[in-house]
């Protein structure tokens, strides 16, 4: 029987849908080849498996706790994805509790001239982001913080970590299945065009910056919360290993845990490493000059 081999961090699950690094997959029964022997598709068959010695990466629902993580994202921006599936791989490793908050592009760049400092797509790009982050606040509200985590990550492996044609991420074409994955329904959609919700996810991008300023882009960690530091990035292009995760991590904890540091920066950045930018996990990306997040137009 042919096959094909794929290494991937699980990220979540709804029925026979397994979301992971690499992609959603669906099938009858879904096995980890790492060493575990958990039937990752079906619950039943993990209740009846000893815990001790063994590492699920669907145990996703850790409790909050003062070595926790508030993670603030834009759906749109590829090194928010990029950085959140690195800090998945570290949660599961670690233990970390990681709370899902908004930042908004769209209102970070509020009176910018797009134009000028932008690539044409970026305006469309930022509106589709705030759509889906209404999207992610309505989920909060009906479903708990958690889901948040569940629909962020069906959201970035379909845009992302997908070959397929791009089309609009706010159309309901993209957002159904997307809902779908993440186990949730489709009534929610009807937030996609509500501006009831800006306040709140206005709040949060007003949050996020106040703890770093305003000079930074997405995403933006604050590591222990609330008294920890926070910071922009880091802004990864590569995913690392499932051993390389963990001392990227310690170190940036070290430099996060230094009350003087404030900066380490460069503007060269590679393309990530997504299957929608045309890069694979075996190749690396086109390095380019971007400035204030955003690839630079002019010198």
């Given at each position: 029987?042919?096959?094909?081999?794929?290494?991937?961090?699980?990220?979540?699950?709804?029925?026979?849908?397994?979301?992971?690094?690499?992609?959603?997959?669906?099938?009858?029964?879904?096995?980890?080849?790492?060493?575990?022997?958990?039937?990752?598709?079906?619950?039943?068959?993990?209740?009846?498996?000893?815990?001790q010695g063994k590492s699920f990466g669907l145990e996703t629902a850790i409790?909050?706790?003062?070595?926790?993580?508030?993670f603030y994202f834009d759906p749109l921006c590829p090194f928010a994805w990029?950085?959140?599936?690195?800090?998945?791989?570290?949660?599961?490793?670690?233990?970390?509790?990681?709370?899902?908050?908004?930042?908004?592009?769209?209102?970070?760049?509020?009176?910018?001239?797009?134009?000028?400092?932008?690539?044409?797509?970026?305006?469309?790009?930022?509106?589709?982001?705030?759509?889906?982050?209404?999207?992610?606040?309505?989920?909060?509200?009906?479903?708990?913080?958690?889901?948040?985590?569940?629909?962020?990550?069906?959201?970035?492996?379909?845009?992302?970590?997908?070959?397929?044609?791009?089309?609009?991420?706010?159309?309901?074409?993209?957002?159904?299945?997307?809902?779908?994955?993440?186990?949730?329904?489709?009534?929610?959609?009807?937030?996609?065009?509500?501006?009831?919700?800006?306040?709140?996810?206005?709040?949060?991008?007003?949050?996020?910056?106040?703890?770093?300023?305003?000079?930074?882009?997405?995403?933006?960690?604050?590591?222990?919360?609330?008294?920890?530091?926070?910071?922009?990035?880091?802004?990864?292009?590569?995913?690392?290993?499932?051993?390389?995760?963990?001392?990227?991590?310690?170190?940036?904890?070290?430099?996060?845990?230094?009350?003087?540091?404030?900066?380490?920066?460069?503007?060269?950045?590679?393309?990530?490493?997504?299957?929608?930018?045309?890069?694979?996990?075996?190749?690396?990306?086109?390095?380019?000059?971007?400035?204030?997040?955003?690839?630079?137009?002019?010198?």
């Open positions: 029987m042919d096959g094909e081999i794929l290494q991937a961090s699980v990220l979540g699950h709804h029925g026979h849908t397994v979301l992971t690094t690499r992609g959603a997959f669906t099938a009858s029964i879904l096995i980890d080849a790492s060493g575990w022997r958990a039937a990752l598709a079906s619950n039943a068959q993990r209740q009846n498996q000893p815990h409790p909050i706790s003062d070595q926790g993580l508030h990029m950085t959140s599936k690195w800090v998945r791989m570290v949660a599961a490793q670690r233990h970390y509790a990681v709370d899902w908050r908004f930042i908004s592009l769209r209102f970070v760049n509020q009176g910018v001239d797009y134009a000028a400092r932008f690539p044409p797509e970026y305006e469309a790009a930022h509106i589709a982001g705030l759509k889906l982050l209404r999207l992610s606040a309505r989920t909060r509200a009906d479903h708990g913080r958690a889901a948040v985590g569940r629909l962020y990550a069906a959201i970035g492996a379909e845009l992302w970590d997908s070959e397929h044609a791009w089309i609009d991420p706010a159309s309901l074409a993209f957002v159904e299945p997307v809902l779908a994955a993440a186990g949730l329904t489709r009534e929610l959609t009807a937030a996609l065009d509500d501006e009831s919700f800006d306040p709140e996810i206005r709040g949060e991008t007003d949050e996020a910056l106040a703890l770093t300023g305003k000079d930074v882009g997405t995403p933006i960690l604050h590591f222990q919360p609330p008294d920890g530091v926070a910071f922009f990035g880091p802004v990864i292009s590569r995913l690392p290993s499932e051993a390389d995760a963990s001392k990227l991590w310690d170190h940036v904890i070290g430099l996060a845990g230094f009350a003087g540091f404030s900066e380490l920066k460069r503007s060269l950045r590679e393309l990530p490493q997504l299957r929608a930018l045309g890069v694979t996990e075996d190749e690396i990306g086109k390095q380019e000059d971007w400035h204030g997040g955003s690839r630079r137009q002019h010198n």
